[in-house]
């Protein structure tokens, strides 16, 4: 099968011509498996560990607004991390970044597995981020190298079950892993698989890049680190500290500032750092907005769904884990299913009804209750879920699609950081108005300390938050109107 792909890719494996491999070495489907199995655990890694925050502020002795860090840390690296990946895939080989970033995710699984301290643990979780932030836009970069055109959309699909499977299966599986031993073995956990990767790639991951080595523009860097930094910190701490509190306001405004000046600077380099004209490209910008809203929808359903399932509803960790570990494996069987089908008919059969699906859970779930019960609840966040599937990698494969090949690094770079801006910025909005929410029902009525007043209080804060992704929903499916259907530039 591989010698197949290697013939029908000659095209596509134009770039890597003067790699020190010939094309004959490269052979897609191992080289795949390799990228698959990393970024499984990078993304399952970011997610993990939340169900162990409780246990954590116990151990570490830290306190709610301290611990939220073991997320928030790692989605502000991945921020900073992915938008110079543009860079540095131009600067050196694909084997370097890889191995790079496995070492990375291994030393940073150690040091957080052995951390016998709150800042020893976040800074393992730092390590880890860049690794993760290094792999993931390496990754849709090689798939596009090494696949042709019409079978991307099938790739994506396979690429799709790690960017959403990862994050939907980590909360069950570490609170079983809690019960059963203790936080630290879902860190251990991940080091058989990053090994087995590692060595895996040694063997079968080549070169399949023209190395142009940009030259480094060192203010580009910092205000590319300053603008998406710190917008990702603003909307991440935005509920601990509130939005009209002096560190948000004052990271958002810097970030926003930084990101108007990283842009113009970008627009005005030869060479720049992440080259902003892929947002000349209309098919491209339509599905990077369209991608970014489904990934609010998904990160801020994935905040409000366990805080209903146990304090709504009352119920464990693990038992809200596994609730929501259908939905992750619907996505990953049919995510390759949806790339087929974007292969085969292009996205007319996928981006509207995708969104319509989402819209149609997301007012479901924006009237649960906490009398709602179980196989509902499985239920509306699977045919979520299914939506989502629909939408999320297709969309990404169709804008990418629209790019020419030098401009591939520069648009999986942003497409990839956007993903987790976007992401913060949901999760903030959403636990937001939850609380707001709850606040004005918890004013409303007497005993407040009630567990049972408590449960109805957080499940109308859910209620109302979830109308932000009939919102988001409404917008993605006018965005799908636009959107040109032609699958090939």
Known sequence: MSSIDVEQNESALSPAKNSTHSQTDIRPVPILIAFVVAGFVGLFSETALNMALGNLMFELDVVSSTVQWI?????????IVIPVSALLIQSFSTRQLFVAS???????????????????????????????????PLMFHT????????????????????????PAVGPAAAGLIIEVWSWNWILWFLLPFLTFSLIY?????????????????????????????????????????????????????IGLLSLILFSARQFK?????????????????????????????????????????????????????????????INGLLSPVSGRIYDKFGPKWLFAPGFIIMLVMLWNLSNVTTETSIPMA???????????????????THGLNALPTNLYPDGTALINTLLQVSGSIGTALAITIMSASQNSFLKAVAA??????????????????????????????????????????
Do not use: C
Request: hydrophobic share 55%; aromatic share 8%; net charge positive.
């Open 102 to 136: 496995l070492l990375f995710s291994i030393v940073g699984a150690i040091v957080s597995g052995i951390a016998p301290s709150f800042s020893v643990l976040l800074l393992g979780r730092i390590i880890q981020a860049v690794g993760t932030g290094l792999l993931i």
């Open 269 to 329: 380099l030869e060479k720049p750092m992440l080259d902003l004209r892929v947002l000349k490209y209309p098919v491209y910008t339509l599905a990077l907005l369209s991608a970014s809203i489904t990934f609010m929808i998904i990160l801020s359903s994935m905040i409000l769904l366990p805080l209903y399932l146990q304090i709504g509803l009352g119920l464990s960790a693990f038992t809200a884990g596994l609730i929501l570990m259908p939905g992750g494996a």
């Open 448 to 489: 407040s300390s009630d567990p049972v007043v408590t449960s109805a209080s957080l499940t109308a804060g859910v209620q109302t938050a979830f109308i932000l992704g009939i919102v988001l929903a409404i917008s993605g499916l006018v965005i799908s109107f636009f959107i040109s259907p032609s699958k090939k530039r």
């Open 143 to 166: 798939a596009l190298i090494i696949f042709p055109i019409e079978k991307r959309g099938t790739i994506m699909g396979l690429i799709g079950l790690v960017m959403l499977s990862a």
């Open 71 to 79: 997320t928030t840390g790692y989605l502000l690296t991945m921020g």
């Open 378 to 396: 499985i239920f509306l966040h699977a045919t979520l879920m299914i939506g989502v599937t629909l939408v999320l990698m297709p969309m990404q």
């Open 201 to 253: 790639g040694l063997i079968y991951v080549r070169n399949v890049t023209e190395l142009t080595k940009p030259k480094i523009d060192v203010l580009s860097i910092v205000l590319s680190t300053l603008g998406f930094g710190g917008i990702v910190y603003g909307f991440s701490i935005a509920a601990d500290k509130g939005w009209g509190s002096l560190p948000v306001i004052s990271a958002i405004v």
